[in-house]
C-alpha cells in the first residue's frame, strides 16, 4: 500500500540583501522552515547573492526589481540596508507581494506609515523582523505577564550587548537607537501588554570607539521609558561586550518578577584551578537561532493563512516612535514624549 | 542575471517504524535535516504510517520489505521495536541501503555482530542512535576531555531519569539497561576515550512499579564501572521523574571536571511569594530535539561521503557488552567483567 | 604548662536604638564580633532596651546621653531613627567617642558636614553603614574592577527590592531615596573608583501603596547617573519585592562584566512536577548577616587602630549629594548635577 | 535607668588538640558561638596550643590529661588524632565532661562503642562532628525529605572532593573510608531517615598519588549502598579536585528532587573574552564555616539543656559499620552486609 499526500503548497520566498542577516534568514528559509521554498536570493553586489543562493538550490538575482516582479515569488524577505526598507516594503506590496522585513521597517515614522499603508492596499501581510518574541525565554516571559504570575509590571529592564564593533566607519548616526534599542523597546513594549509610554529619557555617548564620536557614532546607551500604567523601564545597549552576545529581561511587577537571557552557550560547566567556567555566545545568530527559525515560520503561516502576522508594521512604527523620542532626549538633554499615537490614515 | 546550483543530491531516506521515535526522526528529517529528502515510511500498524508520512509528502507503507526493495531510497533508519532490529539492519545492509538503527542495534551481542557483519559486507555506513553524543553541552565535555581540561578521568557519572512510564505491562525485562542505561554506557565510554571498561556492578529494582517486579520489570538501577585507566564510573537510571526527563553528566579528572545537562526549559526564572523557578523539559524529544537533529545530519553526511559515521555498530556493540555486563551482575549480585573484546570476524 | 594571653583589650560599644537594625547590630557586636564588648544599649521606649540588652548581658538606658556620658563605652553605634543621626553623631564625637552611624548620616548636606566635622575636630574614628561593602559577593566585584578584570566601566546597575512595605504611614517623604536607593548610589560609586558623577537623572512613583502618594510616599524610584569617565550608572528601587529581599550589582566595561547579588536562601535547589524552585532570602538581615558582621567587625578594627575606616562620613556626603540631586530631578523632572564636591572645611 | 541581666552561665569548653580543625573549632568557639566560653587548649606539641590558646584567651596545656581534670572545664571539643579519639571519649566522659568528638569516634565498632558507653554511664552529652547536618544546604533537604517533597528516596548521592593531598605519606590506610565517606554515609542515612542500609559495595584506588599505592594508601573511591526501603544510594571520593573543595548531596525520590551543594564562593560572576567565570571555595573551613559554627552551638545547647545532642555516638557507629563495610567490600570485591544493628549494651 502506497499512499502520498502531498502537503500544502509551499510559500516560495525570495530574499533581499545578501548580507550577514539576510544569509541567515536565507539558510534557515531554506534548511529549517518547512513551509517555505527559498526561490531567489537578490543582492547588487556581484557574487554575493550567487553565493548564498547557489548551494541552496535558489536564484541569484542582482536586481530587487527581478525579484519583486518573479511571478513564482509569493513573499519577500527583506533585509537589505536600512535605508533601502521603506521603498523595498512599499515596491513588494505593489507587486502584491507579502512582506516581512527587518527591523527598522525604516527611518521615520513616515518611512513606516508608508509601508503600513501599502501593504494594506494591497492586502497582504506585513512582519517587522523583532525576532526576541520569538526567543523561548523571551515568549515565556510573556506568557508569564498575560498569566498573571507578575502582576502589574512596575520596574522592567531589556539588555543588549553586542560582542564588538565590527567597523566604526560603517555605522550610521543614531544606529544604537534605531538598530540595536529599538529590538529592548519593542521587548519592553511587548512585555508591559495595553499600557502606553508617556516618557521617554535617554543618555549616550561614544565609549567603545571614541575617536568616532565626532562622526556621530554613539556606541552606549541608556534609556528610561515611564509608561501610563506606572511602570518604569530601562534599556541599555553597548555595541562591544568583551565576552559575547548578550541579551536580557526582566519585568518586576506586583506578584513577581521574570527574568530571561543566558550567555552560556551549553549546558557545560568547567571548573579547573581557576574556578568555575561557562563559554559564552558569540553572536545574535548563534544565541536566537530558533527564534529566528520561529519568527520565519510564523510569517509563512501567517502568508498561507493571509492573516496578520504576530509582529505587525504598527508595532514597527510603535517601536519607532520610542527610539525617535530616545534621540530627541539625547539631543536636548530632556525627557521627551514619544509618538506613539495610532498610524495616521493612509491616503486612498 | 539569474543563477542556479542543483545543490548536492539529496540522501533519500525511508524510516521503518512510526512510533514516538520514528515519528520524531520522520519530522526531523523531513524538516531540519537539509540533505535528507524523507521518501518513505513503513509501519504495519493500519494507518501509523499514513498519518505520519503523508503530512510530510513521503509515500506510506505497511511492509518494511516494500521499503528496503524501493529503488529510490538510499538508507533507511529504523525505528521499530527492538527485537527487529537486528533482522532490519541485516536485510537493509542486503538490500544496499545505508543503515541508521536507534539503540540498542540488538538484543544480544551475536545481534549486533550480524549487523557490523552484514554493512562491511555490503559496505554501507552503519550508524547507532547515541544521540547524547551530538548534545551541544556532552559534545563540549567531549571536547574538554580531548583538550586535556579534564586531565585523565577518575570519577564520573552519567545519569538517565525518564518522567515517567507510561505502561508498565508493556516493558520487556531488562529495558533499562537494554534501552536506557545503555545510553549512559555509551556516553561514559565516550567521556573516557582509549579506555576499556574491566569490571561492572550494577543493582536494580522495582520501585516505581513494584506490583510489576514479578514480571521482570526493573524501573531503578545503578551501575558502577571500573576502567583500565583507573577512573571509577557511576551510571543511574530511573522510569519515573515527577519532574520531567533529566539527563547529566560529569567528568572530573586529575585536572579538573566537567559536568553537563540541564532540565531547565528555557532562560526564564520566574519569582514570586514561594520563592524562585524554572520550568523543566519533560520529554527526550524535547531536550534532545537539536542531537537528534544533528545526528541524523550526521548519518546523511556519512551517507553522502560514502565514510563511517561518528557512532557506529563497534560502538553500539561496546556499549550492549556493558549493559549485558550490568544484567548478569544483578543476577549474581557479583561484579563481572564485561566482553567489550573486539567484535569477532565475519564468516563470508 | 599553663599560658594565659589576656589578648586585646576589647572595643566597649554602646548602641543607640533598640529598633530592628539596632538590634541585629547589639546582637552581633555581642556575638559575632569578637573584639567588639556590648556595654549598653539605649533606647527611649520604655522596654525596649531592656529587652535587647538583658540577655546579651549589656546595660540598659532611656536616655542616650547616659550612654555618650560613660566612662566604660568607648565607641557608639547609632541606630536611631533617621532624623536624629546628624545630633547623635555631633554629641557622641563630642564626648570622644569612636562613631558607627547608620546610614543616612544625617538628611541634609549640612548634617552630614557637622558629623565630618564634629568627628574631625574629636580625632575619632566615623565610619557609616553601606553595609554592601563588605558583602562577599560586592567586594569581590569591587576586587575584580581594582585587579582591571572589567576595565574601564561603561554600563553599571545596582537593584535594591525591600520585601515589604510594612506600614505606609510611617515612611517618611523621599525614604526611597534618602535610605534605600542611598545603599545603591553608594555601592555604584564605589565600584567605580576615581569617577565622579556629573548628571543624576530619576523618576519615582507610588505603585506600591497608590493611597498614599498625597502623604509623599514614593515607593518605585529609577536613577540614571552619568559619570566623568563615561560610566552610566541606574539603580533602581521597589519597596515591595513578592519573593523576598533582592539585591544586585553589575559592571560592565571594557575588558567584561561582574554581576553579583543571588536571592538564594542556600544551595538547596527542588526538582518536583511544578519544575525546580529554589527558596529566596527575605530580609536584609538575613541576605547579609556576614556583611554586617564584617562591617562591625572594621569598626572595631578602625577604632583600635585609630584610624580611618574603610566607610567615612565623607562616603556618605558623597551619596547623600546623589540622592539629594535624584530628589531634585524628580521634582524638576529634569536631570541634575549632583553636589559631590569635597566637603566644605569645618569653622573651628 | 540601668538594668543588667547577667544573661545564662556559659559553656566552659577545653579543646583537645590544636591541629587544622582544632584551630578552626577553638576560634569558631571563642570568637562565633556564643554560650561557650574556650577555657584551655591541649596539645602535645610543644608551641601548638600556645599559639592557638593566647590570643584566644585561653590556657595552653600540653597534657589532655590536666585538661580533662580542671574544674573550670563543662565539656570538651575532641580534635586530636583519630587514634586518639576513642580513649579519649572514655577519659573525658569518666571525668563527667561533655563531649564532642570529631569524626570518626573511633576506628572500630568497638571503640565506638566504648565511647557510647562511657558517655552513658557518666550521662554527659555525646556529639559527633558530622558538621554538614548543619550546613544550610543540607539541613534544607533534610527538611524537604521530612516534609514529603521528595517523596521515598529511591536513589541518593554524597560526593566529597577535597582539593588537595598535602602528604600522602601521613595518611593511615582507608583514610578514605574512615574519615572521608564516614561523612558522606553519615549524610546518606540522615537523608533516609527510618531506613536501614542493606548492602554495601566499594570500589577504590590510587589515582591521585598511585606511588603510594603499596602502603595502602586508597585516594579515591565509590560507595553503593543499599536501603531496605529500596533507596540505592553512591558515595564518592577524591583527595584531589584541582578547583578546590566540593561537596554536594542529592535526593530523587518518588515525588521529586533535591540537591545540595555549591562550589562558588560568592555571588560573584565574572564574564571575560574566556566566557563566564566564578571563584570556588578551597577548603573545608571555608565552605562549612557556618556548619561549624552551628554544630558547636547544638553542643553547647545540648550541653545546657542537658539533652542528647542531634547527633550522637549511635549515629557515630552506624556511620562507621557502614564504612567498615566498604572496607570490607574493597578487600573482598564483594558486597557486604553492614552491622548496623543496635549498639550493644554497656557492661556495667
Keep these: 500500500m502506497v499512499v502520498r499526500d502531498a502537503g500544502a503548497e509551499p510559500v516560495r520566498i525570495g530574499v533581499v540583501g545578501a548580507g550577514r542577516i539576510g544569509t541567515s534568514h536565507a539558510r534557515l528559509l531554506a534548511e529549517r522552515v518547512p513551509p517555505a521554498e527559498l526561490v531567489a536570493v537578490a543582492d547588487p553586489r556581484p557574487g554575493a547573492a550567487v553565493a548564498l543562493a547557489g548551494p541552496l538550490g535558489a536564484r541569484a538575482l542582482t536586481d530587487p526589481a527581478q525579484l519583486l516582479a518573479a511571478d ?30 527587518e527591523k527598522p521597517a525604516g527611518l521615520s515614522l513616515a518611512d513606516v506609515d508608508r509601508g503600513i499603508a501599502a501593504t494594506d492596499r494591497a492586502g497582504v501581510p506585513f512582519q517587522v523582523g523583532f525576532n526576541r518574541r520569538f526567543d523561548r525565554g523571551f515568549a515565556a516571559a510573556r506568557a508569564a505577564v498575560d498569566a498573571g ?26 544606529t544604537v537607537f534605531r538598530l540595536t534599542l529599538i529590538h529592548d523597546v519593542d521587548t519592553l513594549l511587548w512585555l508591559n501588554p495595553g499600557a502606553e509610554p508617556v516618557s521617554v529619557y535617554a543618555v549616550a555617548d561614544a565609549l567603545v570607539a571614541p575617536d568616532f564620536k565626532d562622526t ?6 541608556v534609556v528610561v521609558i515611564r509608561f501610563d ?24 511587577g506586583s506578584a513577581g518578577m521574570v527574568t530571561t537571557g543566558d550567555a552560556a552557550r551549553s549546558s557545560l560547566v568547567r571548573y579547573d584551578a581557576a574556578g568555575r567556567h561557562a563559554d559564552t555566545v558569540r553572536s545574535d545568530v548563534e544565541l536566537f537561532a530558533d527564534a529566528y527559525t520561529a519568527e520565519l515560520a510564523e510569517f509563512c503561516a501567517a502568508v498561507r493563512e493571509g492573516r496578520a502576522p504576530a509582529v505587525t508594521g504598527h508595532d514597527a512604527r510603535r517601536a519607532l516612535a520610542v527610539a525617535l523620542a530616545c534621540i530627541e532626549s539625547v539631543r536636548t538633554g530632556l525627557p521627551v514624549a514619544p509618538a506613539t499615537g495610532p498610524t495616521p490614515a493612509a491616503p486612498r
Design 216 to 221: 556621530g557614532l554613539l556606541d552606549t546607551a
Design 149 to 174: 504570575l507578575v502582576g502589574t509590571p512596575q520596574l522592567m529592564r531589556s539588555v543588549t550587548r553586542d560582542p564588538g564593533l565590527a567597523n566604526p566607519t560603517a555605522v550610521p548616526p543614531w
Design 229 to 252: 500604567n506606572g511602570a518604569i523601564a530601562t534599556a541599555e545597549a553597548s555595541f562591544s561586550a568583551a565576552y559575547g552576545y548578550d541579551v536580557r529581561g526582566e519585568v518586576f
Design 72 to 101: 513564482d515569488v509569493d513573499a519577500v524577505v527583506i533585509t537589505a540596508s536600512t535605508e533601502a526598507h521603506a521603498d523595498l516594503v512599499e515596491a513588494a506590496a505593489a507587486a502584491g507581494k507579502a512582506v516581512f522585513c
